[in-house]
């Protein structure tokens, strides 16, 4: 078996017994005796063999669960003492937040440009982030957030910590490694929330989006899914595609920023000195380049999964289209909202009129069946966030109890 074959006879003759060990001698190479298995051994072969997923899950991801375990190691030392905990709660959450968010803003853009430097990637779109934020540091009185943050129940600055509220970030890792995408606005937010209505308004302003997003995808993709099919049969993208596609990524980036930098910068004082805001600037821009180094996180299948994702022309359209939808909620009113459930719905009611059309892979089954799973793994995540913010912040859990 394997590499351990049954030589022709001629070479059997060589096989001789080492009298000076319990070895083997075949082919010039000694080799350990072989014996018959004890009970103990089949034993312990029979427990590996029912053990073998999560023992192989636990092998695989070694490194992944051994910086969990740091990490909310770290946050019991940390979580009492508030100026260290809010640093180290914003470092974690910038990079979750932005390795699960990246599926919507920057999954088309990175699958569409594998071929590419990721370094170069990241110099473009950490270039667009270090200028965003900086606008909003200086127009918004040294908020990052856009205002987001200025919203009612999240205007106050977090002057304590519990212990579920630092490792909140955590959670959203485990998450997104297990490629679920789940809203961060809903899990980062929802655990500073002082007043329930606050997480009331941002569930309502996101599930208006999914609706949005599904009705407007609908409609182009209805018109333009078999035009974009035929110039992609028709050979390589111009190359004025991929300059689109980098500045309608690049507005895409800008806008989502605009709306979810509230997330991260949640941890933080809601007025950054100079010395702060370079701290939130690095963290984020170092974070984003490790993310494109690895090429995406896991939840970056849910784009990878999709029809025609990888062609610069449908990226291009797919970006466009969700730019312009988050822009006109972030114009709409301050309340944050869940971009997570916009990009959803964007992709489902894309789908959909892909399978009308007879465009897609799979037609309607295909198209149902990832629209539906990717419905569950939001409102998952709509879920586990309730319970985080219910377990972790007194004023959520008083405000939904009544008491």
């Known amino acids: 078996m394997g590499d351990f074959s049954y030589a022709s006879s001629p070479e059997r003759h060589n096989r001789v017994a080492d009298p000076t060990s319990q070895g083997l001698t075949v082919r010039g190479v000694t080799t350990q005796s072989i014996v018959a298995p004890s009970a103990s051994d089949s034993s312990n ?127 959203l890792l485990l998450l997104t490694r297990a490629g679920i995408p789940v809203s961060t606005t809903f899990l980062l937010l929802s655990c500073f929330a002082t007043e329930v209505s606050s997480v009331g308004s941002i569930i309502t302003k996101s599930f208006a989006g999914y609706a949005v997003a599904f009705g407007c995808a609908l409609v182009v993709w209805f018109g333009v899914s078999k035009a974009l099919k035929r110039w992609e049969e028709s050979g390589p993208a111009h190359r004025g595609w991929t300059v689109a ?28 000195s100079w010395l702060e805001l370079g701290a939130f600037l690095a963290v984020m821009f170092f974070g984003l380049g490790l993310l494109f180094k690895i090429g995406g996180e896991r939840v970056q299948k849910v784009v990878d999964e999709k029809s025609r994702v ?26 944050p909202m869940s971009t997570t459930w916009v990009f959803v719905g964007l992709l489902a009611g894309r789908e959909i009129a892909m399978a009308i059309q007879r465009t897609n892979v799979g037609g309607y089954r295909t198209a149902f069946r990832m629209a539906g799973k990717d419905l569950l793994y939001v409102t998952i995540g709509l879920v586990v966030s309730t319970a985080l913010a219910f377990a972790s912040n007194e004023a959520f859990m008083t405000g939904l109890l009544g008491d």
């Not at 610069?312 to 972030?330: G, M, N």
């Open 310 to 335: 990888v062609d610069v022309r449908a990226a291009t359209v797919v970006d466009a289209v969700y730019a312009v939808i988050l822009y006109v909620f972030k114009a709409h009113s301050t309340v």
């Open 245 to 272: 596609q980098w500045i309608t990524s690049g507005l895409l980036w800008m806008t989502w920023l605009m709306q979810d930098a509230a997330n991260v910068a949640v941890y933080l004082p809601r007025s950054l």
């Open 45 to 171: 072969e029979g427990l590996a063999r029912r053990a073998g997923p999560f023992v192989q899950l636990v092998e695989k991801e070694r490194i992944f669960l051994a910086l969990v375990a740091t990490a909310l190691i770290a946050t019991g030392l940390v979580y009492p003492h508030a100026e260290i905990a809010r640093w180290f709660g914003f470092a974690l959450a910038g990079y979750s937040a932005v390795a699960n968010d990246s599926v919507q803003t920057l999954g088309t853009f990175i699958a569409s440009n594998r071929h590419r430097a990721w370094w170069l990637q990241w110099l473009f779109m950490g270039g667009i982030f270090l200028i965003t934020a900086s606008y909003s540091w200086y127009a918004y009185d040294g908020d990052v957030s856009y205002a987001r943050l200025a919203s009612k129940g999240f205007e106050t600055t977090p002057s304590a910590f519990s212990y579920l509220q630092v490792a909140a970030p955590v959670v």
